[in-house]
């Protein structure tokens, strides 16, 4: 059975949409990447109306089986945080208004799962997502990518966490197992350094 996901990068200007479909194991299929726009100099009431009927549009032409939604961190600019955590409600409760699973994944999360470390830079995402889905470019504008690499990281991390790390929070399937790849060239170098 194929698993469809819906990923949002939320933004009251831009909202990155991405929608995959799974391909077994950890391969996917890029279905849709785009970006539902609302007018900065509109008021912030029909900015999220906007918004809203975008994600309502995306939720009912792809019919996905869960949705992902980047997690709002702190950022200098209160009235970026404020939008985009208003646009992380109104995909939430759109989800949950037809009974679909959601999720959500902080940056660090959805970097790490694509990427293999926390600290990729938007290039590098972009870069692996074209390897992964198998696409001759990263889909454009560079929210539209995030949203897909947001939907990737729930494919991959499914509906909770994998694995634990030492201090109890939670990893994702690609921490867990850039963790375990750490741990075995660890010891690997320990046993060649104590032969000598």
Excluded at 9 to 30: E, K, S
Excluded at 63 to 82: C, H, K, L, Y
Excluded at 140 to 148: I, M
């Amino acid at each position: 059975m194929s698993l469809r996901i819906l990923g949002i990068d939320p933004g009251l200007t831009r909202c990155g949409i991405g929608v995959i479909d799974a391909a077994g194991g950890r391969r996917a299929t890029l279905v849709h990447a785009g970006v539902v726009r609302s007018p900065s100099d509109a008021p912030i009431d029909r900015r999220l109306l906007a918004i809203a009927q975008g994600i309502r549009a995306a939720i009912e032409e792809y019919g996905p089986d869960a949705v992902a939604v980047e997690r709002v961190f702190s950022q200098n600019n209160i009235s970026t945080v404020m939008g985009t955590a208003q646009v992380s409600g109104i995909a939430l409760l759109e989800a949950a208004e037809r009974g679909i699973p959601t999720a959500m994944h902080t940056p660090s999360e959805v970097k790490a799962a694509v990427t293999g470390s926390g600290r990729a830079d938007k290039k590098q995402i972009q870069t692996m997502l074209v390897k992964l889905l198998g696409l001759e470019a990263p889909p454009q504008p560079a929210d539209a990518a995030d949203a897909v690499a947001i939907a990737l990281t729930q494919l991959w991390r499914g509906p909770g966490p994998v694995a634990l790390d030492s201090t109890g929070g939670a990893r994702t399937s690609a921490q867990a197992e850039w963790a375990r790849a750490e741990r075995e060239s660890r010891r690997a170098r320990e046993r060649s350094t104590s032969r000598h």
